[in-house]
Structures are given as structure tokens and as C-alpha cells.
């Protein structure tokens, strides 16, 4: 009957901040999917006395303990012998694991040093955890101190072995032991135009702590909502799709996608749709719209090109901005952004093109145009809008929102929305 | 006397997987920097008995605990007086912290909810640690458990708050308070061209463990090694130069910056320095170069224009590659990003350009130019280089990496070393 679990992070690296432990969040993660209770993380170095305690202090505290790192070949590799101290057992080699890790090196044209053996001893009475991936398998193995019995399970520290490891073994043998009968339907809202208060103050109250749960996560531009229901199979996703739907009519008006699909993504399919080839002009985003742009696999099919045009004499020679806007407006203008845009559709033969340009800072803003203001036009056939804004923040998050507002102008063009209330944070 | 800590962090976003902790990353760096060691990191969520837990733990086994979170003006905010109950004294309203909260509201021409009058309120006794951005400062306590004392350091869970206040304030005191008369001097070389493992072989045995301290970095495009000596002022330093000395004997041809500058920031610097005139044309890596160039401040000094082509219309429109090139050699070729810097250079009147294009995949791959295939050519006014890569990984990763070699041409161009040798990975 597991409820309650302890991650367990060791190594050095870890302590000594050479390294982001990112499994402790992606395993947090998984085991809230689960509805397993991560009631803490401990991360240590690999120093036998510090390992000793985490381990004993976990084990107390956990229906499970679930720890990745220390499970290779070197000297300060010691999480198995520590396990196997700790449930008073001795360790055994497994002779299959010794076979496959020979053909892997064999595989390789590689002389196995013998080290690599050692990733070959489990504890007695262990369950191996297979590793598809690399050398090292991990395992799992009851024990309990002072009458309270945790299910220990190791596995490596590398992500790409551990997280196939625990999707393919660890978390089916968690549902299965978790002892209750209820499932978790999650759905998530990814959002624009509204801060991540703004957005627990719209949605506060609709959905009562007995239906389901509510969290906010802001990984900017990303700011989304999460729903998750826990009940019975069937049931839950039906209260799920009750709840969305109260958020829906609520706050409808920021939401550009259900699921986990990025801005870009969501034009990139869009223009795909609608056969529509997109061009872009920037100044001030310096190439970052094309960049989030051709991150999308596929993006070649809609996207043709993208005029980073960064100094006058260019935008004029390769846009065609006149000397006169330039001289009259400024480059920060709506009237430059509107002939830029209009200019990158035309020479790059696009159906709708966008154009920033603005002052990202630190240096270059005046009074009449601070640091933080942002042209933005968009051109098609039957078009050309523009429209400043007033952004805050450091040269990465104006580039950044900038970004931002230029994609959430195309995905409104092409749905027929309006663009006049893109990139407004309410609050 | 403060020689070991113990970071901890609290919050239910850290629990469930909603937030990577980076906090403790930067907390066990800094430390580690100062020369004290973090024995364990422990993680709890916004739970009363769980905080109590990994409160008592804490303070019975570090000489200093840091902890970040929990000190907002909502209900599940609790550290505060979490650490006011386990020191035994009661809580007390600052002054001068309530009258800069309202400054700051009223500055904002907002009204301040009451809640946020709670950040005011510190444990009697307490030193608070001043929060230059936000609303709520840190502070500092003493506090002893069965006869051991260590020093509680509180900061907000917000890392552009955190990052100041543990700078400015936190880590002098913490040096002041160390015990120890020595210094920690520290060289940090950022590489290109080598693996970290490769560089760990080519360094190995160049520093004797009693002399200094290594450290290796992969964050990629970056590489970097460390170069760490302790000793007393004076001394540390010149110990450092000598080791330095040994190790820019032995990877000078991978070493591109000593400090943390990034490829695009030295290689701006090299720009402005010669006064020279930069354009780019870009495929595969899709406005990624622009982009990285222009994330650095002033880079409008030397940066005219990014050319992103997709098509290969665009490329004959925008840049002039010929049809016949495209046709006989394809646009993955070196035929292809000749032309294409050469196009960028002479329309943007740039001095030196270059060009990126290949397959970066998952699709588009074929036997003869299978997916990772990337051609970057350099046009200058006297010559006119091209080569092909063969380059591993994802989509991502192909056009970070070709981001990386492009911009490492124009530093080694600009400085006269062979462009041929750049971006070949040692091992």
C-alpha cells in the first residue's frame, strides 16, 4: 500500500551544484500523476556516513524510497552496497546482467574494464529493474527498520536511463501496489495575455477542493493551467471534462492550446491547415521568431524566410522601408514595422508576413521611446495592421514577449481574431 | 565557525514536480565556491509536521542552514514561523519593512492587501537580510537544538530575488564567518572542439589533487573547466596563475574564453575591436545565429542583417544562390552556403558572413545526406570557405551545435586560426 514516497538524489555533483537535478522534479512529477505523496527529497554526496543517514532517515519516513545515482562502476559508486548494508543482506552477482553487460562492450569493439562488473551485484532478494538503455540495471527490494517496511527501489542517475526504467517498470508496479482504486485525469491549458495571478483570480471558486485541483505553472511565455480529477476510471474523466469546461467559458478569451503544445507549434499547424506560407521581418528579436519558428519539425512547409534586418541601411535595402519613414518616424515606429512587414511578404512571396522591431535594451531607449518599446506589424492581401507597446523587463524577456506577441499575431490573423488584444496582460 | 550546510527548500511546486529547483543548484555552487560543504539538501512541501521535520533535521546537522521559500504573504507560507516556534521566540512586526512594502504598492498606484503585511514579521532576534527587488526580505537567526547552533538563513523562494540577496549580503557574512583564514581562487576556461570527457583525459595528471581543484561543465554549447586553489590571499592567486599556466600549455587550440563569456559575446567583442561588419544567412539553423548575436547588448554596433532562408526560392530571391547550384548540388551543400554568404555579405555590404544550411532533421534525411548533414560556408572580401559536417542528435541539437561552429568560424577568422579546425569533436 504505497501513499507516500521519498526521493533519494546522491552525488557530488548534486551537492556541489554542478549539475541541476532534474530527476527529482520529472520523478515528483510522475508520482503526483499517480497520486503518490512525495513527502521529501534528500540529496547527498557520495560520502558513506551521509548516504548511511539519508538512506535510514528515507526508509523511516516512506512507504517507498525511490533513489537514482550511484549505481556505476567507479569507487564512489555506493548506493548498492550501502542498500544491502542497510537490509543486512549480502550482495550476488546476477550472472544474465554480467552476460549483456559483456556484449554491450562487445557490441562496441570495447575491452570491458573489469569495474564495470560491479554494476553486477544486487543485494540478495532484490528485483531487477532492466535498463534498456545503458549498462547498469537497477532493482528493487523490501526493507524495514524498526518495524516500518519501505519498498526500496535504485535506479541510475543518467535521465535517459532512468526515465524509461521507471515509465516501462517502476510506475506500472506503483499503480499496481498503490492500494487505492482511483485514477488521475489531468488536462492542461496553455495561455497568453494574462498573468499567472490574474489567472488564479479568474478561476478562484469555480471549481470547489472536493471536485478537483487547480495548479498554475508560469515557464515564460508558457503560463498554463492544470485540472486534475482524481476518482474511479471513467468517472474521473467525466468530471474532467465537466470541469474544462467551466475554465473554458471563463477564461477562453488566453487559452491558444489544450495539452502541451508550444505558440509555435500552434501556428505551425494553423498555416499548415490553411496552406498559408508565412515570411518574417525583425529588428529587434534579432532572429528569435524564426529560431521558435523552425524548431517545429516540418516547419519548411509554411515557413520561407525570415529578414533580420538590424540596421536602417538593411531594413532599407533588403525591406524596402523608406528613407523617409526612417527620417520622419524612427525605426521604432509603426509606420517602419508596416513597410517592413509589407516589404518581407512581398520579396520573400509570402501569403502573411510579421515585422518587430523595438528597443530590447539596456542601452538605446530615450524618453519619448524607453527601453521596452516594441513595434508590431502584420501584412497579408487584404491587410496591414500595426500597433505599439510598452514592455518591462531585461533585453532576454523583451525579445522574449516580443516573440510572443509577433506568433500570437499570426494564430489570430489566421482564426479571424482580433489582434488589438494580443499581448495585453490584463494583469 | 560555519564549515557545513544544509540547503533547504520548501514548497509544494517542488513536490510535485511543478518547478524544477533550481535554487539549490546555485546555493550548493555558491557554497561550494566559499569553500564550505553542503551535507544534504532536503526538500519538503508546504506541509506544517513535514517543515517542522526537515527544520529540526537541519539545524542538528549543519553549522548553517539556508533555506528558500515559504516567507510570501499567502497562507501556505510557513517557514517563518516554523523557524520562530523551534527557536522559542515569538514573532515581531519590523517598522521599516512595513513602510517600504507600502512604498512599494503605492509606487505601483496599488492598494495593498493586508496578507502582505506578514512579510514584516520576523522572529525575535532575528538580522534581516534586505530584499533589494521584492517585497519580502530575508533574515538571519541563531538557533541551537540539544546543545548544537547553527545559523538559519531564510530567503525568498523567487531566484531573482534570492540570487541579489544571497550575493550581497549572505555570502560576505558567510566568508566572514567561516573560521578558516584562506581564499578560494578560481579560473573558469570555456572550451569548444573537445568533449568533457575528452578534456578530462587531456588534463588528467596536470594538477596534483594537493595543488588545486578541477571541475568540468557541460551546458551545452558550453564547455568549461574550473581551476580552483585554496590558500591564503596572495598566494591563492599565484598558485592559480601557475596552474593555469599548465593547463593553457595543454588545451589552448579548444579554449575560446577565460571568464564566462559566451561564443556570440566573444565574438562581438572581437568585431567591435577591428571594427568589423557582420552578416549572416541562415538555413537550417532558422534565425538561431541572429538570435544568440543578438541577445548580446550593443551587438547593432557590428551585426547588419540575418538573412533566413528556408526555400530554396527564397535563397535564389533573397540571396542569389543560382538555380543551377540548387539544382546540380542541392541546398545542403557547400556549393549552396558559398553562395549564400557571399549573397548575404555583398546585399547586407557587410565585411564577413556566413552561411548555415542542412538537415537538422527528424525528417528530410536521405542516404546520401542523412539527417545532422550541415554546410557552413565564410565570405569575406579574400576568400571563401565552405565545409561539410556530419553532426548526431536532435533537431535542437543540430542547430544549437551549427549555431556554435558558425560563430566559432567568424572568432577564427577574425583572429587568423584555421577555420578547419573548428567544431571537430577530439573525442
Known sequence: MIKRAIILSTGDELTTGRVVDTNSNYLAGK?????????????????????????????????????????????????TETV??????????????????RQLFAAMNRVM??????????????????NPIGTAPGFRIPIAIEGHRAEVIVLPG???????????TVIPWLVANRGVDTIFAV????????????????????????EGR????????????????????????????????RVRAKISQWIYAEGDATMEEVVGRLLTERGLKLAIAESCTGGLIGHRLTNVPGSSR?????????????????????????????AVSEE?????????????????????????????????????TVCIALAAADQNVSRRYQLRGTRDWVKLWTSQIGLDWIRRYVLGLPLSESGVLRR
Chains 1, 2 share one sequence.
Open 336 to 372: 517602419c514595422v508596416s513597410e517592413m512587414a509589407e516589404g518581407a511578404r512581398a520579396r520573400a512571396g509570402a501569403d502573411v508576413a510579421i515585422a518587430t522591431s523595438g528597443i530590447a535594451g539596456p542601452e538605446g531607449g530615450s524618453p519619448g521611446r524607453p527601453v521596452g
Open 158 to 168: 543518467v535521465p535517459r536511463e532512468m526515465k524509461p526504467m521507471m515509465e516501462e
Open 187 to 210: 488536462r492542461v491549458f496553455q495561455t497568453f495575455g494574462i498573468s499567472e495571478s490574474g489567472l488564479d483570480e479568474e478561476v478562484a471558486g469555480l471549481i470547489r477542493p472536493d
Open 302 to 330: 509554411y515557413f520561407i524566410a525570415d529578414l533580420v534586418t538590424y540596421s536602417n541601411e538593411a531594413k532599407m535595402a533588403l525591406l524596402g522601408v523608406s528613407e523617409r519613414t526612417l527620417k520622419e518616424h524612427g
Open 84 to 101: 544491502a548494508r542497510i537490509a543486512g543482506v549480502e550482495l550476488r552477482r546476477d550472472q544474465p546482467t554480467v552476460d549483456r553487460i
Open 214 to 245: 487547480v495548479a498554475f505553472r508560469a515557464s515564460f511565455p508558457q503560463i498554463s493551467l492544470r485540472v486534475t480529477v482524481e476518482g474511479r476510471p471513467g468517472e474521473a474523466e467525466r468530471k474532467l471534462e465537466e470541469l474544462c469546461g
Open 113 to 130: 574494464p573489469e569495474n564495470n562488473l560491479k554494476q553486477a551485484l544486487f543485494p540478495e532478494g532484490a528485483t531487477i529493474v532492466p
Open 31 to 79: 508520482l503526483a500523476e499517480i497520486g503518490i505523496d512525495t513527502a521529501a527529497v534528500i540529496t547527498v554526496g557520495d560520502v558513506p556516513e551521509r548516504l548511511e543517514w539519508a538512506w535510514r532517515t528515507a526508509i523511516a519516513m516512506g512507504d517507498a524510497v525511490i533513489s537514482t545515482g550511484g549505481i556505476g562502476p567507479t569507487a564512489d559508486d555506493l548506493t
